[in-house]
């Protein structure tokens, strides 16, 4: 009877067998968790008012990003957009679409491509460029988003007869933002956000960007005047 039950362990089907118990064992626990997430937000208010901003608007223009992560700059643009215009609906918002239409019919492209590249290496928007910008687009103040960093990783926490049990999803995200004033060319005002964010999981899924520009921006719009 020993060696019967030596050789029924060692068999495949049991191994398989087991797997699959402590799978719905554990899948009846939590398959998902929700993350746990932690943040960090700081900002300088410098001289933006509310009322300022309110009537002013804000233009976003095309976002920079860290080396790596070019493709993903339209995606912040649009995810940021969306919860600002859902935060704050008394206020005038022109998106990155429809910003670099406005820049174009101006006749401003090639203004606009010289005070991107300049922006990457010094810091600094123009500020005849940026007065010509708030005329095409109607506002007063252009936003800047910067991609500092993101990332995602998987750690295998728990396993059994070499099945994988919970894996922890980790997904960084490091955002920047400034807002400059078309009419003097000043920074008025400027915030950055990291969240991290967790959770146990029997999948392969993770965070998503979206969701982690999300929450991101809620916190960084929470603090704008």
Not at 57 to 85: C, H, I, K, W, Y
Not at 130 to 148: C, E, H, N, S, V
Request: charged fraction near 20%.
């Amino acid at each position: 009877m020993a060696y019967t039950y030596r050789w029924l362990f060692n068999s495949g089907s049991a191994r398989v067998g087991l797997a699959s118990i402590a799978a719905l064992v554990m899948g009846g626990c939590a398959t998902q968790h929700s993350p746990q997430t932690a943040q960090s937000v700081q900002v300088s208010p410098l001289t933006l008012t509310r009322q300022n901003l309110e009537s002013g608007g804000v233009a976003f223009l095309t976002p920079s990003s860290v080396t790596g992560q070019e493709e993903d700059r339209q995606a912040l643009a649009m995810s940021f957009f969306e919860v600002l215009a859902v935060a704050r609906p008394e206020m005038k918002l022109v998106s990155l679409p429809e910003a670099l239409s406005a820049i174009n019919r101006a006749g401003l492209a090639a203004d606009y491509r010289r005070m991107i590249e300049d922006y990457r290496l010094t810091g600094l928007l123009g500020r005849d460029t940026l007065r010509q910008i708030g005329a095409a687009t109607g506002t007063r103040y252009l936003m800047q988003l910067k991609l500092a960093g993101f990332a995602q990783q998987s750690k295998n926490r728990w396993g059994m007869l070499g099945f994988r049990i919970f894996d922890t999803q980790i997904t960084n995200l490091r955002l920047f933002v400034q807002l400059w004033d078309g009419e003097d060319g000043a920074i008025v005002w400027e915030g950055a956000a990291e969240t991290t964010s967790a959770y146990d999981s029997v999948s392969e899924e993770t965070v998503t960007f979206r969701s982690a520009v999300e929450r991101a921006a809620h916190e960084l719009v929470r603090h704008l005047p």
